[in-house]
Nanobody
Framework: QVQLLESGGGLVQSGGSLRLSCVVSGLTFSNYLMSWYRQAPGKEREWVASNSPADDHINYAESVKGRFTISRNNPRYTLYLQMDNLKPEDTGMYYC????????WGQGTQVTVSS
């Protein structure tokens, strides 16, 4: 059974930092493209960042470029998202996603940034 478990969310003031983690089980982590998505209240889910299986291709949404850093530890089956200089518009539920022939989603972790 595939499981993706996110953690690290919380309440932080504008300009602060958080580090999200996603521990994966039930699949071969190093084969999968790993991504973070988020969904703000009343808005559609949006892609945030992706990290290729070999950790050699990384892409970010323009809205987070320069502030967020995605990384992975393949031996530990863990994906990270370091979020710095957080803004109120970063508020939302953050999801970890593993993609190969299909995508697997975690349950999400809530990030709230106060102004």
């Amino acid at each position: 059974q595939v499981q993706l478990l996110e953690s690290g969310g919380g309440l932080v003031q504008s300009g602060g930092s958080l580090r999200l983690s996603c521990v994966v089980s039930g699949l071969t982590f190093s084969n999968y493209l790993m991504s973070w998505y988020r969904q703000a209240p009343g808005k559609e889910r949006e892609w945030v960042a992706s990290n290729s299986p070999a950790d050699d291709h990384i892409n970010y949404a323009e809205s987070v470029k320069g502030r967020f850093t995605i990384s992975r530890n393949n031996p530990r089956y863990t994906l990270y998202l370091q979020m710095d200089n957080l803004k109120p518009e970063d508020t939302g539920m953050y999801y970890c996603v593993a993609t190969l022939s299909r995508s697997y989603w975690g349950q999400g972790t809530q990030v709230t940034v106060s102004s």
